[in-house]
């Protein structure tokens, strides 16, 4: 499986990947990102689906690059030259992947800003090569695995959050994903962009380097809990111990039936 993220606010996005590749019982680690910086012209691509899959169309893409980068002014133009070369790999793999029981599953997220873009963009691209692209409502997307860490970027997101916070948000919801599923795992890849600066930034993190980070999250959550108000709580174990008293005949039907009215 494979945890990647895209988060776009005002001031520029930032992105995550993680690096596991799972084959059977066999993991190795592969990166999953592919940037792409030139003058007034800079953008990412993070995949998720069949490894094979993923190699034939970038490949297939990156040539497209070496040959008529200049011709792509706007990002959406770069996005639906990689949508092409998906289609063109699902043309050639997909009846030979439905023979051996796999599916064309390849998903996409595309970020960045071209020279004639107003600002930075994020794609989400689907294996059938439509897009949709991240909105000021909806300032994120995940691809691959997104069962565990969407609710903290739910919770905590919007366009107006620094780069900062969305980055350590970010971490969180992939941390979330890496603990409950065992297909997610470090390194990660991470990048950053400013807004108008046609630069991406992209950094390799180890587990140990960011270690104390989730332990420091955990413990954060725990102290969270306990610190909760317990007065719901107090009166629903208050109300089991009365049960539990009274079918053990420490108290009658009518002093139960008189406690179950105080408590309401």
Known sequence: MTYCLGIKVKSGFVGISDTRITSGTQTTTAKKLFTVNRS?????????????VRDKALTYFKEIIEESDETFNK????????????????????????????SFNLHAIVGGQLQDDDEHKIYLLYPEGNWIEVSEGSP???IG????????LDRA?????????????????FDATRISANDVDYPIDVIYYLKNSFHIVEKRYKKEELQDLSQLWSEMISSSIRNMPEDWVDKLFSDAE???????????????????????
């Open 145 to 152: 695995n997104n069962g565990y860490g969407k609710t903290i």
């Open 75 to 102: 990002l959406y133009k770069a996005v639906n030259a990689f949508a092409e070369q998906v289609r063109r790999a699902a043309d050639e793999d997909k009846a030979h992947l439905k023979e051996a029981g796999l």
């Open 157 to 173: 997101i919007n366009y107006d959050s620094s780069m900062k916070f969305a980055l350590k948000a970010g971490f969180l919801s």
């Open 40 to 52: 007034k012209h800079s953008f990412f691509i993070m995949t998720s689906g069949l490894r094979s």
């Open 242 to 264: 009365e049960k539990k008293a009274f079918y053990e005949g420490k108290i009658t039907q009518s002093s139960l039936r008189n406690e179950v009215q105080d408590h309401t």
């Open 140 to 142: 994120f997307v995940i």
